[in-house]
Each structure stands twice: as structure tokens, then as C-alpha cells.
């Protein structure tokens, strides 16, 4: 029997297709097939990357999903296009074997909107590799001779880093897989969003009408940045997010401030006093019950407090002196419920400043949510303090007689978006990533519970009953949303070997 498996094994060698038992879930091994392709999968994620994927635009949603059902189906992937009331969905799958269970894969191929003018490259679609020098980044030239790949260069453009980089993590394994004819152990299920950057507002409606289409055993989520430590990560829940605008009344028109100071009153000075109202100077917000319900055991503040972190060195690269003191660290401050002034907008600045009493003040507030403080409550929380600061609330702009009755006067509007979740991390799913990635990276693997950022994974934990696991690629200094926007390839490099780790990793049984 030896003789003939020995035979076996130097034909596959021989005809160069990989032997697919025991040895390929090697760390070794899947280095170096890793290693191998890695300039191949570089040059798709560039090709990828300069695919505009603004989700505003329909013409720049279809040229992403064309890409990625060209791309899966060259996999013999089975691709679906799921039709929504808004942007369309791409569904792939792939039946491995006959009798074993699937794993979802979430995918988001969208990215924020761009403001080119902001970037330190002339087009932020064309991905431009840079090197660290002397505090700055530096675009390097590819074409000399023996040009190499190391693991600091980074890629610099939108949706390097969210997602298109983890996205492409796992498609270039599934490559790799193919051209090896290696075998997932598993059938693979693959969804791909491209509106998750505007709340995904058509997905729960498409989970529900699709619900046997997308069961499967687990939903690993290819999306997020890694903890601070940039170690391979595994997020075990994301925090909710809803938004409100909040729009402070004052006088009908902009007044002239020399004609009418000291006597129209200016509203910027009252919304000063209404955000003053929402936050103490520790930072702990000051809406009654906003905390409610939200309350950590010892066991879990344990646990928390096992990520590795250095609040010295935290405060430093962010800029700061001190946190707020809503929690005692900094992973159980992702714990609670926030809420941000995100946008202020009264008046002119700069060149185009005028001696002026503006007429109204624009308050942009989003809030992230924890499974136990649901968007419905801290919306409704957050507009009977409003209430109880004096302010009259009006559906539109105020009449005459709202102006005449009422000092205080303010306008509130809000928005839902992706609902929080939360995954045991003492699961079947979290000792199955674990040991996979253990392969290939050892001990060096952070598992929090919860991040800090919102994704619209509810509907399918809802709807399909998944537990649901975030597998981290992207460095956490990759300036996301903003500009320059960056990967760095060693980040890359190690998604593509942990995307292998887990496809090469038997299901429990």
C-alpha cells in the first residue's frame, strides 16, 4: 500500500497538481504557494482597484459586479445576480462535495466617495505603490530590474484597504486552490455588497427573500481593520449605527451683525449650549438611560483586557492626553453605546467669511449601538432631551407663529442603518478560526468582542440564525474613508495565507 501511495503522490508531482491530504494544511506549505502567486494576486487587486465603486452610481455598481462574476465564474463558481428594489447583489457558489455543509462569505466591494484634490496622487482609482522616507510616502518605481515586493511597500488608493484588498485575499486562495486543484474542505457560498458603505439598505429585505439560497453553517466576513497590534484578528461582533440632524432655528434671513447684535439672538451660541448638554467634560454622556442595560462581568472585562494594548502608546499615535472616561480601556470603551458630533455647518469661514448672524445651525450626530441599546430607544432618548432643553420641534422650517410662541425652536431627523451583533466567542465558530489560523500564525492571533465600526450583518444572523465572525486583513494606520487611503502588502500577503488556512481547514464535525 505504501508502494502504490508513493507512486501516487510523484505522478501528481510529476504532472504538477498538488497532493491534497495531510501536508497542504502545513504552515510551510501554504506559505509557499502563498509566496508563489503573490505577484499574480497583486496585479488583479490592481486591476480591481481601478474599477470606480462609488454606490451612488449604478454604472460604477455594474462594473464591479461584472468584474466579479467574470472572476467567480472562471472559478466554476455558479453566479446569481440578486435583484433588489435598489442595487443589485452578486451570489456565487460552489458545490465541493456532495455531503458536506457551506460556509457564507460576505464580500463589500463598494468604497466611500472620493475628493481627489485631498490625496497625494493625481487619481485615487490608480493604485500607486509607495515606500516610507523620511516621514513621508514616496511613489516607487516597478519597472527597474529585479524589482521585488516587500512586505512595508503599501498600495495607496480607494478601497485598498475597505475591501477590495480582503476581497481579493480570498479570491486570489480560491485561485491559488484552483490551479493547485487543491479542494476546500468545504462548499463555498459567497455573497457581494455593493452598497455598504450607504447602510446596505436593500440587503435585509434580499437575505429574507433568498433565505435558503445564503444558509450555510457559519458567515465569515471578509471586511475591517485589524486591532491596533496589526496581529491577524477576529471580530465577534460590530457595534449599530444610527444618525440624526439636528437643525437649530434662528432669525428668517442672515442678519448684519453690527445692525442687529445685542439684539438678534444668535443661534450657534444655544446649539453650543445643546451639544454642551449631551456630554460632561469626561466625555460620558448625559442623556438619561443612554447606558441602560449595557453592564460588563468580571469575566468579560477579563477577557477584554487580554488584547494587547498599551494606552501610552495609543493616546500618542492618536494625538490625544487623555480618553474619555466611559470605560476603564479602551476595548471595553467599544463596549458601550457612543455619540459623536460628526458635522457642524453655520455661517462662512475663511475667505468667504461675512459679518453675519446666521439664520440656522446644521448638527450631524451619528451614534454606534450595542445589541442592548437598540437605534429605536437611543433615537427616542436623544429627542426627549432635546425636549427638555427648551426646544420646540418642528417637521420643517418654523411659521410665523412657531417663531413668535417659541425661544427655542429645532428641527429633528434620523436614519437607522446596520443593527449590532454579537457572536459567542466560546463557539464552535470561534475554535474553528482559531484553528485555523493557529497554522499558520501560532498564538499571534487577537479575538475581540466587539469593533468599533457598524456592519450590516443582522440580517443575516436574523434571518438565517449564522453565527458570524469578522476575519481582519487590513493594516489599522490605512486612513479608511479618507484620503489616501492604503494597504500595505504585507497585510495583504497575510490575508491571502489566512484565507488558504481556512479553506484548508476541515469543518468540525
Excluded at 44 to 70: A, E, H, M, P, T
Excluded at 290 to 308: H, M, Q, W
Excluded at 423 to 428: A, G, I, K, L, Q
Aim: aromatic share 10%; net charge neutral.
Amino acid at each position: 500500500m505504501k508502494y502504490f501511495k508513493s507512486i501516487f503522490v510523484f505522478f501528481l508531482l510529476v504532472i504538477n497538481i498538488e497532493p491534497f491530504y495531510g501536508q497542504k494544511t502545513t504552515e510551510h506549505h501554504l506559505n509557499r504557494l502563498t509566496n508563489e502567486k503573490f505577484n499574480d494576486a497583486f496585479t488583479n487587486l490592481q486591476q480591481f482597484l481601478r474599477i470606480k465603486n462609488d454606490g451612488n452610481y449604478l454604472v460604477q455598481i455594474d462594473n464591479n459586479k461584472n468584474w466579479c462574476d467574470s472572476v467567480f465564474t472562471r472559478l466554476n463558481f455558479r453566479t446569481k445576480t440578486i435583484k433588489t428594489d435598489g442595487a443589485p447583489l452578486l451570489f456565487a457558489q460552489k458545490n465541493y462535495h456532495e455531503n458536506r455543509k457551506s460556509i457564507l462569505f460576505y464580500l463589500q466591494i463598494d468604497g466611500q466617495p472620493v475628493d481627489s484634490s485631498a490625496w497625494s496622487q493625481t487619481d485615487p482609482f490608480e493604485p500607486v505603490l509607495k515606500e516610507f522616507n523620511k516621514e513621508k510616502w514616496d511613489p516607487i518605481d516597478t519597472t527597474i530590474p529585479n524589482f521585488e515586493y516587500h512586505d512595508e511597500l503599501r498600495v495607496f488608493a480607494r478601497s485598498s484597504s475597505d475591501s477590495k484588498g480582503p476581497a481579493m485575499s480570498l479570491i486570489s486562495a480560491l485561485q491559488i486552490l484552483q490551479e493547485k486543484n487543491i479542494i476546500p474542505e468545504y462548499n463555498i457560498k459567497v455573497i457581494m455588497d455593493f452598497q455598504e458603505e450607504l447602510g446596505s439598505p436593500d440587503l435585509p429585505k434580499a437575505v429574507e427573500a433568498n433565505h435558503d439560497l445564503l444558509n450555510a453553517e457559519m458567515l465569515f466576513i471578509i471586511d475591517g481593520t485589524r486591532h491596533l497590534s496589526n496581529l491577524p484578528t477576529l471580530t465577534y461582533g460590530a457595534r449599530g449605527i444610527a444618525t440624526a440632524t439636528i437643525k437649530i432655528f434662528g432669525p428668517k434671513t442672515p442678519l448684519h451683525s453690527g445692525q442687529y447684535g445685542n439684539y438678534a439672538p444668535n443661534p450657534v451660541f444655544e446649539a453650543s449650549r445643546l451639544i454642551s448638554s449631551l456630554k460632561n467634560e469626561e466625555g460620558i454622556i448625559q442623556i438619561p438611560k443612554f447606558y441602560d442595560g449595557v453592564n460588563l462581568s468580571a469575566e468579560e472585562r477579563t477577557i477584554l483586557n487580554k488584547i494587547p494594548e498599551n494606552e501610552q502608546q495609543l493616546n500618542t499615535r492618536l494625538g490625544i492626553s487623555n480618553p474619555d472616561q466611559v470605560a476603564e480601556t479602551y476595548q471595553e470603551a467599544l463596549q458601550f453605546p457612543s455619540l459623536n458630533i460628526r458635522g457642524l455647518q453655520a455661517g462662512w469661514t475663511g475667505k468667504e467669511v461675512r459679518t453675519l448672524i446666521p439664520d440656522e445651525v446644521l448638527i450631524e450626530i451619528d451614534m454606534r449601538l450595542v445589541p442592548e441599546t437598540p437605534a429605536e430607544r437611543q433615537l427616542d432618548l436623544l429627542r426627549k432631551h432635546i425636549t427638555l432643553q427648551g426646544y420646540h420641534l418642528v417637521d420643517s422650517i418654523p411659521n410665523n407663529q412657531e417663531r413668535a410662541l417659541h425661544k427655542k425652536i429645532a428641527s429633528f431627523n434620523y436614519r437607522i442603518g446596520s443593527k449590532p451583533f454579537r457572536t459567542d466567542m466560546n463557539s464552535p465558530i470561534g475554535a474553528f478560526l482559531n484553528s485555523a489560523l493557529h497554522k499558520v500564525f501560532g498564538d499571534s492571533i487577537v479575538n475581540m468582542r466587539t469593533t468599533g465600526g457598524s456592519q450590516p450583518m443582522a440580517p443575516f444572523i436574523k434571518a438565517l440564525n449564522l453565527p458570524a465572525v469578522s476575519i481582519r486583513i487590513p493594516n489599522p494606520d490605512n486612513n479608511i474613508h479618507g484620503p489616501n487611503e492604503n494597504l500595505r502588502l504585507g497585510n495583504f500577503r497575510e490575508g491571502i495565507l489566512t484565507c488558504l488556512a481556512l479553506l484548508t481547514e476541515p469543518l468540525p464535525k
